[in-house]
């Protein structure tokens, strides 16, 4: 297709690489998290494109906090289980 | 005056003038029947130019007139109509007026033969017609059938099929396998005379429709020229035996992302000559598929084997616009339009591509929009010249529903229709009924139609193609997608994975392919585009990247469908380059796997699919696996000098050109890993088991196998509050 605007995973990978001096100077446990962060945000790729946004990278840390906040709702959900289960 | 009736095989210019029309009568008889045929085409620009044009065309032999013609674009313009008594003349004329006036714009000068035939008579290729004769030239046809007829009268082919016993570009051949019906012999290549008379006189007493080689177009038509004039023997393999047989150079071109090779080709006239190396889907579809995109697009049965399809979309576009009075363009004049920077983001996406919960799933169903795109430019009419017109505040122009029906969906329509006719038809038959295999194929070609119809959209050649509705159909598809999935969680289902036209949904308690019909019923009743359901899996696996496992990839999953059968997509055992070794392998682990009933199950079979690897490294090491399967194939992407450091194909395809073997770009190159390199599998010299490189096939297969058990390892989980 020929496509002009590049897509928004090339633009992660791009904003990826602009940030390589930093996630190089994190502790390597760090680089991990640093990493999760972006694969969180490759969980939505189809979500942020159709954010239609100038800026992806905004709505890529949006994709980035709904992981975590999902995460954390996994994690409650479990603790209530074993609360359950210990009382 | 006399009337013959039969089957069009085939519609070319007379160099005597007019048209040649061969005709495969009721009585089976081949008749080659004369018809006068005018040829015209226009030239339209400033009035300067066109008269100027016009002094310059007056004294040959054409007709000239002032006419008003439709522009698919501008609308209404005033052309000069400039109209040759043979249509054999035109190429040589336009050539020489669009050299001497190369700023005027000009209309149907390149448009095939056969598509003015069938614009002019509505009779068309395989198509049953009833000629009328007077001294041997066709004064009228009348059609007796539609090119749209789902089940036409089968045509009695005589069909000859040729094929050496060797493949020419690695040895010699020594002699043809030769079948023609339940007859089957073989042709000594050898003393080369005697083998030309007898190829010769079986061509003459067989008389076929058809004759089917294996490199026919590469190696053995070539070869027959070369050879009939060493022997001083006259050879024509044609039926019209007034013409030679038409031969084009080899050529190596760029499409969807590759560079792909296309072999010299050999075309005949009255009959037709496919080879089957050279033809591009025939493993797909075979003759039954080439025959069927003839019927429908236009094009001989000859130029569509070997042809894309994309060729026989833009046939068909042609047709339409010659049948609706629109003119063809010689080049595409629609650029991009203007756009704001956010216009440009908001329009320029394609498919709406998920990322999977990675993990396995199960019990899953795949639905599918059938023949999505076709189906969206059919229903929003959304072609070049209804898109965008009006569509003050709307972000992405989409088509005018309430416009007269553009080019592109009025070409779309019918096929949309006779493909789901065939398929229907199929539902309905027996899966053993001999009729299955036949109406398969045909409706796997009429697919391939529709899949490059949207490309096309966007295709900067493309003559009725524009940019604007290539990003419609994707804005659209993207918007049903969503559709489709609100209607799909409105029910209570998790959406695992949408796919451009494919959700995959689960929820509990849903098992059946019934258990699902509301849920499709609520996607049709919403969108308005007809779905299927794909099947129920009984687990699936989708893939995490082997960069990072927290990252999903949209385009590798595998699972099994209640039934036990695979759906296999994007991993090793679908991939071109993928060893024999490592696919068969890959397949018979996956089968084991199709055993477990659910995601649960699957460590069940797990130790049978490990015991089976191992087994099958124990061969591999003792070299008793044959070195046929073992063979990497890689294309070529470029020349074998434009590489820095040659990929293990072009090492393999520099020890070709070595030994005088002519490599192109897109050339696909066979090899072994050995020890120090590669070998490559066309050299002479066979290649002694011991040298193979038995760790590097084993880390292949090791990748494959991690593809497939790493799945195993997590699945991703919603929280319950969703």
Redesign the interface.
Known sequence: ?????ITITQQLTETEGMLSPFRRTLRRGDQYIF??LF??A?????AI??A???LPFETALLAMLLEQA?EI??L??ELEQLRTKCE | MNEQTGWLLDVYADPEGGIVLWLLTKADQRLRLHMKFPATFYAAGEFGLLRQAWIYLKDKDVKLERATRRDLFLGEREVMAITLPHPSLLPILFADLSRQFPSLDYYDADIPLSLRFIAQTGAHLLGKCRVFLDDGTIQAIQPLDSHWEVEPAPISLRILTLSPDVNPAIHRPAFLHVQYNQKKYKLSLEPTRAFLISLKADLQRFDPDLILTDYGDTWLFPQLETWAKECGIEFNPNRDESKEVLKRRADSYFAYGQVVYRGAQAHLFGRWHIDRKNAMSWGEYGLEGAMEQARVTGLGVQEMARKSPGAGITAMQMLTALRNGIMVPVQKQQVEGTKTLIELIRADHGGLIYQPLIGVHGPVAQIDFSSMYPAIMVKHNISPETVGRVAEGVPTPVGQEDAPEGLIPKTLRPLVEKRLALKNLLLELDPRDCRAEVLKARAAALKWLLVVCFGYLGYKNARFGKIESHEAVTAVSRELMLQAKEVAEDLGFTVLHMYVDCLFVQQEGYERPADFTPLMEAIVTKTGIPIALEGVFKWVAFLSSKQDKRVPVPNQYFGAFLDGTLKVRGIELRRRDTTTWVRKIQLVVLNILSQANSPEELTDYLPTALAYIESKKRDLRAGRVPLEELIVRQKLSRVLDGYKSPSPAARAALQLQAIGREIAPGQSIEFLFTRDGVHAWELDERLDSRRLDITRYFSLLDRAMQTVLDSFASTDTLPRLL
């Open positions: 297709m020929g496509r002009t605007v990493d999760g694969a969180a490759r969980r939505h790729i189809a494109g159709q239609e946004s100038l999902k709702a996994v409650q959900q």
